[in-house]
């Protein structure tokens, strides 16, 4: 299928690539995209003509579930081959991009300093704050550091990696702007409730900005906040909204317990916050949600479709990333429902809504009221399908 992708918007922190760098990064983006659209699907065709007949003949049923299919799937040479490449295009793509970003990290550096010697926004750190264990032990989908890697006083590489990696991670669905999520949240909460104008709003684990400046394009005259854990992150993410000119208040705080007072906030959005959070830390998050909404405030969330609509194949290609590419909550969070987080939080359960998105590698996206109205032609993970749900606070106090 051909494919083709724009390069990342180029605002003023975007790291600059040289002829070589380029190339790299563009031959890792067309494997990608050869396997997602000419090798993955054939994985499914493999299931039904060998592998399920075989654990049949051998077992006198078929699989119960997503793990007895992995591991039927993870014998076959296909699989495992598909599995191998996929791992090393990973590592390959974070490799030679931050290879280029450490070339120039002094320069994102003095950038980010004087693109905050007058600053439109804030950007509050606290040096205090640890970052959670389920973030610093690991580096989430194999991106080195993490979200909350710190190399130097002034540092800002964690959030230039994640802004031009993720980028082609993403293979272009995203958006160039890194803001595909962010803007179709924003679309549906502008269908979901027309008649709001929210004051506060707070993007919760912002990363770098992309799902926030949504928010205040869509409300300029709100007050608009994001809060993550990493103090590298949030130091890019003010100065690519600087160099944006975006009026954002960025803050280092952890999204389980903030310092932001009861009944603050209008609003408060997550995108892609859960499947990268524990099961004990997301019902934290909810519950803290919960408390700094004003009453009749809204929460809207959205991440990579949960499970239950799937079949045993698409669920183990779907937990592929859990076992095999550094997401260790991929599979607690796709077993979840929304309304179940939602009710931990303290919401009613029987005022959660939910809806689907799909998007392309413009960024464009698409909304569903059903998961199964649109196929996932890639048959494999949850990069391009994504639910969107949420609820409002109670009105009373």
Same mark, same amino acid.
């Given at each position: 299928?051909?494919?083709?992708?724009?390069?990342?918007?180029?605002?003023?922190?975007?790291?600059?690539?040289?002829?070589?760098?380029?190339?790299?990064? +563009?031959?890792?983006?067309?494997?990608?995209?050869?396997?997602?659209?000419? !090798?993955?699907?054939?994985?499914?065709?493999?299931?039904?003509?060998?592998?399920?007949?075989?654990?049949?003949?051998?077992?006198?049923?078929?699989?119960?579930?997503?793990?007895?299919?992995?591991?039927?799937?993870? +014998?076959?040479?296909?699989?495992?081959?598909?599995?191998?490449?996929?791992?090393?295009?990973?590592?390959?793509?974070?490799?030679?991009?931050?290879?280029? !970003?450490?070339?120039?990290?002094g320069d994102l550096m003095l950038k980010?300093? *004087?693109?905050?010697?007058?600053?439109?926004?804030?950007?509050?750190?606290?040096?205090?704050?640890?970052?959670?264990?389920?973030?610093?032990?690991?580096?989430?989908?194999?991106?080195?550091?993490?979200?909350?890697?710190?190399?130097?006083?002034?540092?800002?590489?964690?959030?230039?990696?994640?802004?031009?990696? =993720?980028?082609?991670?993403?293979?272009?669905?995203?958006?160039?702007?890194?803001?595909?999520?962010?803007?179709?949240?924003?679309?549906?909460?502008?269908?979901?409730?027309?008649?709001?104008?929210?004051?506060?709003?707070?993007?919760?684990?912002?990363?770098?900005?992309?799902?926030?400046?949504?928010?205040?394009? =869509?409300?300029?005259?709100?007050?608009?906040?994001?809060?993550?854990?990493?103090?590298?992150?949030?130091?890019?993410?003010?100065?690519?909204?600087?160099?944006?000119?975006?009026?954002?208040? #960025?803050?280092?705080?952890?999204?389980?317990?903030?310092?932001?007072?009861?009944?603050?906030?209008?609003?408060?959005?997550?995108?892609?916050?859960?499947?990268?959070?524990?099961t004990a830390a997301s019902r934290n !998050?909810?519950?803290?949600?919960?408390?700094?909404?004003?009453?009749?405030?809204?929460?809207?969330?959205?991440?990579?479709?949960?499970?239950?609509?799937?079949?045993?194949?698409?669920?183990?290609?779907?937990?592929?990333?859990?076992?095999?590419?550094?997401?260790?909550?991929?599979?607690?969070?796709?077993?979840?429902?929304?309304?179940?987080?939602?009710? =931990?939080?303290?919401?009613?359960?029987?005022?959660?809504?939910?809806?689907?998105?799909?998007?392309?590698?413009?960024?464009?996206?698409?909304?569903?009221?059903?998961?199964?109205?649109?196929?996932?032609?890639?048959?494999?993970?949850?990069?391009?399908?994504?639910? #969107?749900?949420?609820? *409002?606070?109670?009105?009373?106090?």
């Amino acid at each position: 299928m051909a494919v083709s992708i724009d390069e990342p918007f180029h605002h003023k922190m975007m790291p600059s690539v040289s002829h070589d760098e380029l190339a790299r990064q +563009r031959a890792t983006l067309s494997m990608k995209l050869h396997m997602t659209y000419d !090798i993955y699907p054939r994985d499914e065709d493999v299931y039904a003509a060998h592998t399920l007949p075989a654990f049949v003949k051998e077992h006198r049923r078929p699989p119960r579930d997503k793990t007895e299919v992995r591991h039927a799937m993870m +014998r076959e040479p296909t699989t495992q081959m598909w599995s191998a490449i996929a791992r090393t295009m990973q590592e390959m793509l974070w490799y030679d991009t931050g290879a280029a !970003i450490e070339r120039q990290l002094g320069d994102l550096m003095l950038k980010a300093r *004087r693109l905050g010697e007058k600053p439109l926004g804030t950007l509050r750190l606290n040096p205090d704050l640890p970052v959670p264990r389920y973030l610093s032990a690991i580096d989430i989908h194999a991106m080195p550091g993490s979200y909350g890697g710190d190399l130097a006083e002034g540092d800002v590489y964690a959030g230039a990696l994640y802004d031009r990696g =993720a980028y082609y991670y993403t293979k272009g669905l995203t958006g160039p702007l890194n803001d595909g999520s962010g803007r179709s949240l924003v679309a549906s909460f502008r269908e979901l409730f027309p008649e709001a104008r929210p004051r506060r709003i707070l993007d919760l684990g912002c990363a770098i900005g992309g799902s926030t400046i949504p928010w205040l394009d =869509a409300f300029p005259e709100a007050e608009v906040h994001g809060i993550d854990v990493g103090a590298a992150v949030l130091r890019y993410a003010h100065a690519r909204a600087e160099a944006l000119e975006k009026r954002i208040h #960025f803050a280092q705080e952890n999204g389980e317990q903030t310092r932001f007072p009861d009944d603050y906030f209008d609003v408060v959005a997550t995108t892609g916050v859960f499947h990268e959070t524990s099961t004990a830390a997301s019902r934290n !998050i909810m519950r803290e949600i919960h408390r700094i909404l004003a009453p009749g405030g809204i929460s809207m969330n959205s991440d990579i479709p949960h499970q239950h609509a799937n079949d045993l194949h698409d669920q183990f290609m779907l937990d592929w990333d859990c076992h095999y590419n550094a997401e260790p909550f991929w599979a607690h969070w796709t077993a979840m429902t929304s309304r179940d987080l939602m009710a =931990a939080g303290g919401f009613d359960p029987q005022t959660v809504w939910e809806c689907w998105r799909s998007r392309d590698h413009k960024g464009n996206f698409h909304l569903h009221d059903s998961p199964k109205e649109h196929p996932n032609e890639t048959n494999k993970g949850g990069i391009g399908k994504g639910v #969107f749900w949420g609820a *409002r606070k109670s009105e009373r106090t």
